[in-house]
């Protein structure tokens, strides 16, 4: 892949001011990329803008309404920002179900409504979603979580088919558990709900279907994000491709 094979391109990447949104965000730097931090934290994106040399862009994307009449330039969209909430169905508080989808389908959906029309002009786009292998596989406990990825992998799939004949691709990326804040947060919770101690999550539960005993590394998914926004992945649209050490293999 060539050096700075991405001069001149205008990448925006939703919660970039860490995990693997930030991978992103210095995968495509790296490469010649003016980045734009999208981030409800407005002190954490403008410090990992400064880092990569790009802008922040301080966002609550759970205020859809306010993105209805949003207009974007952008060249590259990846939809990474999103929370995770662990609760039985007949204990999940209604509004963190709301929020969630909010955050994780409803804000992707206008985001993409506010991009493709410029990347439509130009001829030219790459829209990465961060789904999961909960886009693909459910797990208890997470139906928040599950039904918004779920939904993700169709928003993703129509993007491509209307894109296609305008030069834009779009797809997503389905990581098992990463080594993020996002994850590090899971645990307690997870402790919790199957009664066993901090110490044995990762192992007994995050690692169980699993066949490559690690978490995913954000360095790793934004590789893959590098090389679904070159040149070369022209023809690669419309994909879900797993990175979860073969738990959906099973």
Not at 60 to 65: G, K
Not at 222 to 229: D, E, F, K, R
Request: hydrophobic share 45%.
């Amino acid at each position: 892949m060539t050096e700075q094979d991405l001069t001149g391109r205008r990448a925006v990447i939703t919660g970039g001011a860490s995990g693997i949104g930030f991978a992103c965000a210095q995968e495509f730097s790296r490469r010649g990329a003016h980045v734009i931090i999208a981030d409800l934290n407005g002190d954490a994106a403008q410090t990992a803008a400064d880092e990569v040399g790009g802008e922040a862009w301080v966002v609550d994307l759970s205020d859809t309404q306010a993105l209805d009449a949003l207009a974007l330039d952008a060249d590259i969209l990846v939809n990474n920002a999103g929370i995770q909430r662990v609760s039985p169905i007949v204990d999940f508080d209604p509004d963190a179900f709301r929020l969630i989808q909010r955050l994780m389908l409803e804000a992707p959906f206008l985001l993409m409504r506010a991009v493709l029309p410029g990347m439509y002009d130009r001829g030219w786009g790459r829209i990465v979603n961060i789904s999961s292998v909960h886009g693909l596989r459910a797990s208890a406990f997470k139906s928040a979580y599950v039904a918004a990825k779920h939904g993700m992998e169709g928003l993703s799939k129509t993007a491509a088919l209307e894109g296609g004949s305008h030069g834009v691709t779009s797809n997503c990326i389905n990581p098992g558990y990463v080594r993020t804040p996002l994850v590090e947060k899971q645990i307690a919770d997870q402790a919790r709900l199957h009664s066993i101690p901090e110490s044995e999550v990762v192992e007994k539960i995050m690692l169980t279907e699993s066949a490559v005993k690690r978490l995913v590394e954000a360095s790793e998914v934004a590789s893959l994000a590098g090389w679904l926004v070159s040149d070369a992945a022209g023809m690669v649209t419309g994909a879900s491709y797993t990175m979860d050490g073969g738990w959906s293999a099973r």
